[in-house]
């Protein structure tokens, strides 16, 4: 498997009033495609706006990043919710990213589910079709990017959305393909070479290697980079150099 172009998605606009969180700024040119957190997980409206309007000066794809309503969670902590309530807080916070893109003369490119919400929907069929449904719903040809080879991917496919497969650069994963918990000490991948070259085999071979040591097959569309990691910008201009390398075309999904 050769793939000649990949994505480089980033979570931004996590800040939320006098908190502050990530390097948005920094961050913004080296990549090519933005998840903006809408208000639940983290986010306000002077943040989603100033996150749109860095995004569009510098040519990034500006993407809905909707969350459970988990502030003090920050996302990451399951909820027991139903397939209709997802549709409806996906579609709620897709829309205000979308009023915002809209108002600064861009579009809502894609959607992609944060945090909890995301690992749930990934093995849950109910789920999965909530933020299906609503990515229908905003129709305009918005996006949908997904966990490659999970339940998402497959229901999205099934209702005709364009469907964009993600992996992770610096996150381990199961046999069965899935994210590794973030609570086994070796969820993340904290050095740089190994990330990196995770990512050369995830899009070059369509390969990684499991927590097992076993080999799973994954599609690469476009590869998240956690942007609230301090190191964040010196790993994502090494990404972007090995791909280069690697004749690997870098632009937006």
């Given at each position: 498997m050769t793939v000649h172009s990949i994505d480089l998605n980033a979570d931004m606009g996590e800040s939320f009033g006098a908190w502050h969180m990530g390097s948005d700024e920094a961050l913004m040119p080296w990549i090519t495609s933005a998840n903006i957190a809408c208000g639940f997980?983290?986010?306000?409206?002077?943040?989603?706006?100033?996150t749109v309007g860095l995004a569009l000066r510098h040519g990034v794809a500006i993407g809905?990043?909707?969350?459970?309503?988990?502030?003090?969670?920050?996302?990451?902590?399951?909820?027991?919710?139903?397939?209709?309530?997802?549709?409806?807080?996906?579609?709620?916070?897709?829309?205000?990213?979308?009023?915002?893109?809209d108002a600064a003369g861009g579009r809502l490119h894609h959607l992609k589910a944060h945090g909890a919400l995301y690992n749930m929907a990934a093995k849950d069929a109910a789920l999965s079709r909530g933020l299906v449904r609503a990515v229908k719903?905003?129709?305009?040809?918005?996006?949908?990017?997904?966990?490659?080879?999970s339940i998402m991917e497959t229901l999205a496919r099934e209702a005709g959305l364009i469907v964009r497969c993600e992996v992770f650069a610096d996150r381990r994963y199961m046999p069965d393909g899935s994210l590794s918990p973030r609570t086994r000490p070796d969820a993340l991948i904290t050095d740089e070479s190994e990330s990196v070259a995770q990512v050369l085999s995830?899009?070059?071979?369509?390969?990684?290697?499991?927590?097992?040591?076993?080999?799973?097959?994954?599609?690469?569309?476009?590869?998240?980079?956690?942007?609230?990691?301090?190191?964040?910008?010196?790993?994502?201009?090494a990404l972007r150099q090995a791909l280069s390398r690697a004749s690997v075309q870098i632009k937006p999904a």
């Open positions: 997980h983290a986010g306000d409206p002077g943040t989603i706006a100033a809905a990043h909707p969350g459970l309503p988990d502030l003090q969670g920050f996302g990451r902590r399951s909820m027991q919710v139903t397939e209709e309530e997802v549709y409806q807080m996906a579609l709620y916070q897709a829309g205000a990213v979308r009023a915002f893109a719903a905003l129709g305009d040809e918005v996006q949908i990017y997904v966990l490659a080879g995830m899009v070059g071979q369509g390969t990684l290697v499991a927590v097992d040591g076993t080999t799973v097959k994954v599609q690469a569309d476009t590869v998240c980079i956690h942007g609230d990691k301090p190191t964040a910008v010196p790993f994502v201009q």
